[in-house]
Each structure stands twice: as C-alpha cells, then as structure tokens.
C-alpha cells in the first residue's frame, strides 16, 4: 500500500524549511524581484544555516547537495526514504517561498547537483565549500545537449576549454560553474564530459547577465572561454570516451536534477493554489469536495481541476525521487516527472491569476509573479518538448537516431 503521508524522518525538516520560506524568502520575494540582479544577502545566513545542517546530518538533503546515488545497500533489499527525497520535499517548501531566491542561494544551486551526482570520493571532498553553477545551453545548442560545440583539449595535465555558455544560472554569483563540453566532434554524445570551471581562471569572463521575465531575483549569466586551462582532476568522471555508454554517464546528472527542477514547479504551482484558494473563500466561492464537480460554482470546479492536476505532479516528483534513493533507474519518471510538474505549474499559475481577477494580474498579490516564476521551470532542465521524446523513446524503446 502506498503511504502518500510526509515520512516521519522529515517531518521536522520539512516544517523548517517551510518556516524559512515563510519568514525569509516571501517576505523578500517581491523585493528582489523589482531589484534585478541586486545580490540578497539575506540568503548568506540561510546558506550558512543550511551547510550547518548538512554537516551535522540533521539535514540529510538539504538543498542541491543531497542529491547522490550509492550503490545498493546490503539490507535485504529494504526501502528507503533517502536523500533524494528529502531535497525534492524542501525544495517544495522553499519554492512555496520564492523560486528564484532559492536559485540564488550559495552553494545550493544546479552545479553542486551535478557534483554530487557525479563527483568522485576525492572531488566531493575536494569540492565541498564550493558554490557552483551548471553551463549547458549554447547560443546554438539549446535543448539538444548531445549537440555542444563547446571543447576541451588536453594539453598535458589541463584541458584547454574554448566556447560559449549562455543562461547560466548564479553565473554572475557563484565560485565555479559545471561547463559541459566535447572531447571531440566526430564522436557525437559519448564525448561530452563536465567539468569544474573556478571563476578566476584565466580565460573565463562573464560576459553579461541577462534581463528576465521571471526568477528575476537568480541572476542569469553568459559566459564565454577563451583557452581556458582545466585541471585534468576537474572533469568529473571517467576521461574515457565510451562509445557504448556514450551519453549516459553525463545524463545521470539529469535524472538527480530533473525531480529538483519538478519540485520547485510544485511548490511554486501550491503557493498560488493556496492564496486563490483564499481570495476565493473571501468572495463567497465555496468549495465542497463531497460534491460532484459539475454541481459546483465554475470557479470551484476550476481549482479542483487545478488541485487534482497538481497532486499528480507532486506524486510523479516524489516517486521520481524515491526511485533514485533506491538505486533504481529513474530517467524515465525523473523525465515524466518534469514534463507534468512543469506543464501544471504554468496552466495552474496562470489559471490563478485569471481566477483572481485584477487581484491576480497586479502586484497586490503574489499571483502574478509566480505565473512568471513558473514559466522558466517547463523550460530548464530539458524543455517539455525534450521531455516528451525522451519519455517516447523509452516507452517505444527506440534510440535518439531512431526517434528525432
């Protein structure tokens, strides 16, 4: 039987991280979305609270750093609620709190996901501290990240990296990004590796941060390098080109980061359920769940709608979650997962704001800037088109040659 409740082992984790969001990142939230690109450093001490946690294990998962496969444990095959899905459970809390402030905290974002999906028992260490950012997307290369032009060369005991990374998010902010980049061309996706990019290295510039419609308090970098010289001991992973694994072992990356990226849709998706849900209380919209759905006002019956439409994305996200903490491959749910929460998080925002009226369309309310928050999530990590065709791949069994 599936228990739908909190586990037990969280519940206080996740009340504190509901708290944080609550009394730190809401009541900023509208704040540092009018002052783009102004640094909140009220997040210094939340990132230092939540190091602290991870450190002492009372916060097993807190924030991107939780996020690492272990080979299966020698328990008898016993269930866990691990560390996957206690960042997926937080991350839903904070997202309740804003989006964008929790892309902004140190040492929480995308690229300390990918370490320590990836990283070695020597580089986690040798990396830990270390606030990093993720650079994939190209100027050319958008979704299809098997097609990066971005190269690395090695020269003796560096990798010289030469191209440009653009969207990256906390570029501007953050110690080091994860830059994704091929071995050779000729060699299609196996070559593709990841490496850890110091901002201070000779031949690394941040060219610009970008203007954006929503997550506007998370700056938003180009980047651009120029014979870039990488410690051969920053790539993470295996230096070999497998032609057989191929593009595997950098994707392992996306199926950590990919139920992150669904849990933040669905904390930012209940905010706005929530504050409707009470606009339309104040209005004299009832919502009775005992009954039928076409016996209710078309304004109930719409956010019952939107409410069922959220909990499958919920659920989609934590047996996403659940599977990776148990060893078991998860690409396809971690895809599934994504394509649901992202989708619903935009229709269930922008449902809101037409529920709420002019209430929802200004800056009274929160709704409007959630509406734009959410649109970024059925967009990052691998847009919703990408996501439907990897789902169609494994659920057909077809190749990437096979279905385009």
């Not at 691990?82 to 839903?92: E, P, T």
């Not at 905290?105 to 990836?118: C, D, K, T, Y």
């Not at 110091?198 to 700056?219: A, C, N, Q």
Request: net charge negative; aromatic share 6%; charged share 20%.
């Amino acid at each position: 039987m599936i228990n739908l409740e909190t586990p037990r082992k969280f519940r206080a984790f996740v009340h504190q991280a509901h708290q944080v969001a609550a009394e730190m990142l809401r009541p900023n939230s509208r704040q540092y979305d009018l002052a783009e690109h102004a640094y909140p450093k009220e997040l210094d001490m939340l990132a230092a609270m939540v190091d602290g946690l991870g450190a002492s294990g009372t916060g097993s998962g807190a924030g991107a750093g939780g996020v690492r496969r272990t080979e299966a444990s020698e328990d008898g095959g016993q269930v866990k609620n691990g560390s996957n899905l206690s960042s997926v459970l937080s991350i839903m809390e904070m997202c309740w709190g804003d989006v964008g402030l929790l892309l902004s905290m140190p040492r929480q974002g995308l690229g300390n996901s990918a370490i320590a999906s990836v990283a070695s028992d020597e580089q986690l260490q040798r990396f830990d501290g270390v606030w990093a950012g993720m650079a994939i997307t190209e100027p050319g290369c958008g979704s299809d990240s098997a097609n990066i032009q971005t190269t690395a060369r090695l020269d003796g005991d560096h990798y010289v990296i030469n191209g440009e990374k653009i969207f990256v998010t906390a570029g501007g902010r953050c110690d080091a990004v994860v830059v994704w980049a091929t071995l050779d061309k000729a060699l299609g996706r196996a070559a593709i590796k990841s490496f850890v990019v110091f901002k201070d290295t000779p031949g690394m510039t941040v060219e610009r941060l970008e203007h954006k419609l929503g997550i506007r308090s998370s700056d938003t970098a180009t980047i651009h390098f120029e014979n870039c010289r990488v410690p051969a001991e920053n790539l993470l992973g295996s230096p070999e080109i497998d032609a057989d694994k191929g593009f595997a072992g950098v994707m392992q990356t996306f199926d950590n980061t990919r139920p992150l990226v669904a849990a933040m849709a669905v904390g930012c998706a209940r905010a706005s359920l929530e504050v409707t849900r009470d606009l339309l209380s104040d209005a004299g919209v009832e919502i009775d769940y005992d009954r039928p759905i076409h016996l209710q006002p078309a304004a109930a019956a719409s956010y019952l709608q939107m409410e069922a439409d959220w909990e499958a994305a919920y659920l989609l996200t934590l047996q996403a979650a659940w599977m990776a903490d148990n060893s078991q491959p998860n690409s396809l749910q971690a895809s599934i997962a994504k394509a649901k929460a992202g989708r619903s998080a935009n229709d269930i925002t922008l449902r809101c704001v037409e529920l709420a009226g002019s209430l929802g369309y200004s800056e009274h309310e929160l709704l409007e800037k959630w509406a734009r928050d959410s649109k970024i999530l059925d967009i990052f990590e691998g847009t919703q088109q990408i996501q439907q065709l990897i789902i169609a791949r494994k659920l057909l069994g077809k190749t990437s040659t096979e279905l385009k």
